[in-house]
Protein backbone atom coordinates (compact mmCIF):
# COMPACT_ATOMS: atom_id res chain seq x y z
CA UNK A 1 0.00 0.00 0.00
CA UNK A 2 0.88 3.56 -0.83
CA UNK A 3 0.48 5.72 2.53
CA UNK A 4 0.40 9.63 1.60
CA UNK A 5 0.35 12.98 3.88
CA UNK A 6 -3.86 11.97 3.80
CA UNK A 7 -3.58 9.24 6.12
CA UNK A 8 -5.37 9.91 9.93
CA UNK A 9 -4.24 7.79 12.63
CA UNK A 10 -6.74 6.78 15.40
CA UNK A 11 -6.03 9.95 17.69
CA UNK A 12 -7.15 12.10 14.99
CA UNK A 13 -10.27 9.54 13.76
CA UNK A 14 -11.30 10.18 17.14
CA UNK A 15 -11.22 13.91 17.50
CA UNK A 16 -13.52 13.54 13.84
CA UNK A 17 -16.32 11.26 15.10
CA UNK A 18 -18.38 11.34 17.77
CA UNK A 19 -18.38 7.57 18.28
CA UNK A 20 -16.13 5.40 20.85
CA UNK A 21 -15.60 2.21 22.00
CA UNK A 22 -17.05 -0.70 21.08
CA UNK A 23 -18.53 1.37 18.11
CA UNK A 24 -15.74 3.23 16.76
CA UNK A 25 -15.05 0.84 13.31
CA UNK A 26 -12.48 2.72 11.57
CA UNK A 27 -8.91 2.15 12.52
CA UNK A 28 -7.05 4.33 10.02
CA UNK A 29 -7.11 6.49 7.10
CA UNK A 30 -4.96 5.50 4.37
CA UNK A 31 -5.59 8.21 1.75
CA UNK A 32 -8.87 11.04 0.69
CA UNK A 33 -9.04 13.39 -1.69
CA UNK A 34 -11.41 16.07 -0.76
CA UNK A 35 -15.16 15.70 -2.31
CA UNK A 36 -13.91 12.80 -3.82
CA UNK A 37 -12.48 9.54 -2.54
CA UNK A 38 -11.60 7.97 1.02
CA UNK A 39 -9.93 4.31 2.04
CA UNK A 40 -9.86 3.25 5.26
CA UNK A 41 -9.01 0.22 7.46
CA UNK A 42 -11.03 -1.38 9.74
CA UNK A 43 -9.65 -4.61 11.79
CA UNK A 44 -11.32 -7.33 12.67
CA UNK A 45 -10.39 -9.08 15.98
CA UNK A 46 -11.89 -11.99 18.07
CA UNK A 47 -12.13 -10.11 20.68
CA UNK A 48 -14.51 -7.64 19.66
CA UNK A 49 -17.94 -7.66 21.66
CA UNK A 50 -20.12 -8.21 18.34
CA UNK A 51 -18.05 -11.94 18.17
CA UNK A 52 -19.69 -13.23 21.29
CA UNK A 53 -23.42 -13.44 19.92
CA UNK A 54 -22.37 -13.96 16.38
CA UNK A 55 -22.01 -16.23 15.61
CA UNK A 56 -19.87 -17.82 18.60
CA UNK A 57 -19.31 -21.46 16.88
CA UNK A 58 -18.64 -19.70 13.43
CA UNK A 59 -18.02 -15.94 14.17
CA UNK A 60 -18.91 -13.54 11.02
CA UNK A 61 -18.90 -9.85 11.80
CA UNK A 62 -21.77 -8.57 11.36
CA UNK A 63 -23.15 -7.17 7.75
CA UNK A 64 -24.82 -3.96 9.74
CA UNK A 65 -21.50 -3.08 11.09
CA UNK A 66 -19.44 -3.04 7.95
CA UNK A 67 -22.33 -0.76 6.35
CA UNK A 68 -22.00 1.51 9.53
CA UNK A 69 -17.92 1.21 9.31
CA UNK A 70 -18.54 2.50 5.33
CA UNK A 71 -20.85 5.50 7.09
CA UNK A 72 -18.13 6.19 9.18
CA UNK A 73 -15.42 6.50 6.69
CA UNK A 74 -18.06 8.43 4.27
CA UNK A 75 -18.43 10.96 7.45
CA UNK A 76 -14.96 11.17 7.88
CA UNK A 77 -14.31 11.85 4.30
CA UNK A 78 -17.55 14.93 5.02
CA UNK A 79 -15.94 16.36 8.14
CA UNK A 80 -12.32 16.93 5.61
CA UNK A 81 -13.80 18.26 2.72
CA UNK A 82 -16.01 20.47 4.93
CA UNK A 83 -13.26 21.82 7.24
CA UNK A 84 -11.09 21.91 3.86
CA UNK A 85 -13.91 24.48 2.89
CA UNK A 86 -13.10 26.36 5.78
CA UNK A 87 -16.25 26.05 7.76
CA UNK A 88 -15.32 24.90 11.40
CA UNK A 89 -16.82 22.08 13.09
CA UNK A 90 -16.21 19.95 15.73
CA UNK A 91 -18.40 17.31 15.14
CA UNK A 92 -19.70 15.58 11.56
CA UNK A 93 -22.95 14.45 13.31
CA UNK A 94 -24.17 18.17 13.73
CA UNK A 95 -24.44 18.62 9.96
CA UNK A 96 -24.95 15.33 8.46
CA UNK A 97 -26.92 12.55 9.07
CA UNK A 98 -26.44 9.41 7.54
CA UNK A 99 -30.40 8.79 6.49
CA UNK A 100 -30.42 5.92 3.23
CA UNK A 101 -28.81 3.22 1.99
CA UNK A 102 -29.39 2.31 -1.54
CA UNK A 103 -28.25 -1.14 -3.31
CA UNK A 104 -26.31 -3.28 -0.97
CA UNK A 105 -24.98 -6.48 -2.01
CA UNK A 106 -22.86 -8.43 0.49
CA UNK A 107 -20.65 -11.27 -1.47
CA UNK A 108 -18.65 -12.84 1.34
CA UNK A 109 -18.32 -12.99 4.99
CA UNK A 110 -15.62 -11.27 7.08
CA UNK A 111 -14.27 -13.26 9.92
CA UNK A 112 -11.54 -12.24 12.83
CA UNK A 113 -8.48 -11.54 11.47
CA UNK A 114 -9.37 -10.35 8.00
CA UNK A 115 -8.45 -6.53 7.60
CA UNK A 116 -11.44 -4.55 5.98
CA UNK A 117 -10.30 -2.01 3.11
CA UNK A 118 -12.84 0.56 2.80
CA UNK A 119 -13.49 2.87 -0.39
CA UNK A 120 -15.82 5.41 -0.33
CA UNK A 121 -16.46 7.53 -3.43
CA UNK A 122 -18.43 10.78 -3.52
CA UNK A 123 -21.51 9.67 -6.33
CA UNK A 124 -23.71 12.58 -5.99
CA UNK A 125 -23.67 15.89 -4.00
CA UNK A 126 -25.76 18.87 -3.87
CA UNK A 127 -26.21 21.65 -1.63
CA UNK A 128 -28.47 19.25 0.90
CA UNK A 129 -27.65 15.68 0.02
CA UNK A 130 -24.30 13.44 -0.87
CA UNK A 131 -24.49 10.12 -2.27
CA UNK A 132 -21.77 7.56 -1.35
CA UNK A 133 -20.70 4.60 -3.67
CA UNK A 134 -18.90 2.10 -1.11
CA UNK A 135 -16.89 -1.27 -1.19
CA UNK A 136 -15.62 -3.02 1.42
CA UNK A 137 -12.74 -5.64 0.64
CA UNK A 138 -10.85 -8.41 2.09
CA UNK A 139 -7.86 -9.82 -0.18
CA UNK A 140 -9.02 -7.71 -3.15
CA UNK A 141 -12.21 -9.59 -2.76
CA UNK A 142 -14.80 -7.52 -2.64
CA UNK A 143 -17.33 -8.60 0.29
CA UNK A 144 -19.74 -5.89 0.44
CA UNK A 145 -21.25 -2.83 -2.16
CA UNK A 146 -23.70 -0.32 -0.99
CA UNK A 147 -24.58 3.43 -1.66
CA UNK A 148 -25.11 5.62 1.41
CA UNK A 149 -26.78 8.67 1.64
CA UNK A 150 -26.51 11.69 4.15
CA UNK A 151 -28.65 15.27 3.91
CA UNK A 152 -28.08 18.25 6.14
CA UNK A 153 -29.46 18.13 9.59
CA UNK A 154 -31.59 20.82 8.89
CA UNK A 155 -33.91 18.83 6.61
CA UNK A 156 -35.44 16.93 9.63
Known amino acids: MNFTNNQLNIKTILKILPHGYPFLLIDRVLNFETFKYLKAIKNCTINEPCFQGHFPDDPIFPGVLIIEAMAQAASILIYKSIKYKGINTLNINKLYYF ?33 FKNTALVNNDVVC ?6 AQKYLF
Open 99 to 131: VGIDNTRFKKTVIPGDQVLIEVKVLKSNKNILI
Open 145 to 150: KSEIIF
